[in-house]
């Protein structure tokens, strides 16, 4: 018989105090924070839905690897434990290990980017833009139309539209495009996952036009396990296979391993290019460190070896992607608007929907933020105009999408905390016709959404 209920594929093993708070201790948070969540202590957070990067439990067997870290500088046999388990799932000729996801990025465009080229990508994520774009290369999103619809069902929304990126590389050949990036799960449009035949297709476009083809890997296990559900002819297969094909399609890819390979920091950027290789280690030397740890010590290298392991597996995946989808439908059950369907590591509020009375420049989504946090302490994130809005130029342009990210960190909240959230929600929903929008007060011109503080309209 099989039973409903989906429970954590764990027992607790070590616990963490949650401090209570009240409204008002909040609201004085709030304002010692300019109403930027980012500057909160996270002491007066409850529940942290700010993301799912780095914030995740280890398991014990990811401690247990720790203890075996060796902290040689060179050569280590946790680099080569790293490395192994790496190359198991991406089998590319050179991986370079990276503090973090970030790192990767800012060796791979310093190398590539510049003046005058173009990125595309189904959706940059906001430090793959800012990287890209620090080079002075503009960064381009070619995600198909039904991932910029918040209700579309299609199963697939972080596929890349074929056409639009087919007249992109038309009109630019190699010399303009170094790179094509896709994003796994393509976190900025909603988690949404990629089909192993769009990954086909962009293949063979590159391949017509001779460019390299990139995955921003992040969210694999993932995408992986989405593929497995929902591709035809790809439900008996073993989510490791599924990585493994989506690995061989691309020429490289740059991870942040604080994500779906469950560790707390690392990331790395893998490649099969020899020359582009030996141009990355010059400036992985530069600034993050010797080739065989790159920004990280011996002990996170082997956890996440071990992490790795435990990322592709079927009863953590199935629990991972269920409980976010649990998150989703109650609050859809309950009337709010989200973004459909559920994605892989957060659920998305459409904040444009949820708050029509406020305009996109008076920032929905940084106005539902501050109220979920204000009313039950959940910290959460927007992905909308304040993330999106700010023109190279400094000019100010509404984001397609006005969003509230709620991400799940990988095995560190229970049911019950989520049903908690799902309660805070509701009750926010209850008067979002109370809610106002909030103006800017200052703000630096990188990475805004960061650093701004707000003041109610
Ligand atoms: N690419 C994607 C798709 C990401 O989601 C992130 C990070 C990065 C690259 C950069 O990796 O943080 O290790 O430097 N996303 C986090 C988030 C911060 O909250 O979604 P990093």
């Given at each position: 018989?099989?039973?409903k ?22 609201r ?19 529940i ?36 192994e ?24 465009f ?38 910029r ?15 639009a ?90 991870m ?19 020359a582009?290789a ?34 592709v ?7 991972r992607?269920?409980?976010t ?27 444009a ?35 999106f ?10 984001a397609?999408?006005?969003l ?5 960190p ?8 989520i ?25 630096k ?13």
């Open positions: 018989m099989e039973f209920t989906i429970i954590e594929p764990f027992r607790i093993h070590s616990v963490e105090p949650l401090v209570m708070t009240t409204p008002e201790q909040r004085e948070a709030l304002k010692a924070a300019g109403n930027n969540l980012f500057s909160l202590r996270a002491v007066d957070v409850l942290d839905l700010l993301t799912d990067s780095g914030t995740g439990a280890m398991s014990r067997d990811q401690w247990a690897a720790m203890q075996q870290g060796d902290e040689s500088y060179a050569g280590s046999p946790s680099w080569f434990r790293f490395l388990s790496v190359q198991d799932l991406f089998p590319f000729e050179h991986v370079i290990p990276t503090h973090q996801g970030r790192a990767a990025e800012r060796i791979l310093t190398a590539i980017g510049g003046e005058g080229k173009i990125v595309p990508n189904n959706t940059h994520f906001d430090t793959t833009r800012a990287n890209v774009e620090y080079t002075r290369a503009s960064a381009v999103d070619l995600v198909i139309a039904e991932g619809d918040s209700q579309s069902m299609h199963p697939f929304k972080g596929n890349m539209d074929l056409e990126l087919d007249a992109l590389l038309t009109e630019h050949g190699p010399e303009v495009v170094p790179v094509v990036f896709v994003t796994i799960t393509n976190n900025s449009g909603g988690g949404q996952p990629v089909s192993l035949e769009n990954l086909r297709g962009v293949r063979a476009i590159c391949d017509r036009h001779g460019i390299p083809f990139f995955l921003d890997a992040c969210r694999f296990a993932e995408n992986a396990w989405f593929i497995k559900q929902r591709e035809p002819g790809q439900s008996d297969r073993d989510v490791r296979d599924i990585v493994r094909e989506m690995a061989s399609l691309a020429d490289g890819m740059t942040s391993a604080k994500k779906d390979p469950l560790g707390n920091i690392g990331g790395w950027l893998a490649l099969n290019d020899d582009l030996e141009q990355c280690r010059n400036l992985l030397i530069l600034t993050e460190g010797f080739p065989t740890y790159g920004g990280l010590a011996g002990r996170d290298l082997d956890a996440l070896a071990q992490g790795l392991r435990e990322a597996q079927h009863d953590y995946l199935s629990y992607i269920r409980s989808a649990y998150l989703g439908e109650a609050l859809a059950n309950a009337g709010i608007p989200v973004v459909q369907p559920t994605g892989g590591h957060a659920v998305y509020i459409d904040a929907a949820l708050l029509p009375h406020i305009s996109p420049l008076e920032y929905p989504g940084q106005a539902l933020a501050i109220a979920l946090y204000e009313a039950g302490g959940i910290r959460s994130v927007e992905i909308g105009s304040v993330m809005g700010l023109q190279p130029d400094g000019t100010e342009v509404p397609a999408l006005e509230v990210r709620l991400a799940i990988r095995r560190t909240y229970t049911q019950s905390h049903d908690y959230v799902i309660e805070v929600c509701e009750s926010v929903a209850q008067r979002a016709d109370e809610l106002s929008g909030y103006r800017i007060t200052s703000t011109r990188q990475m805004r959404h960061f650093t701004a503080t707000f003041e109610p309209v």
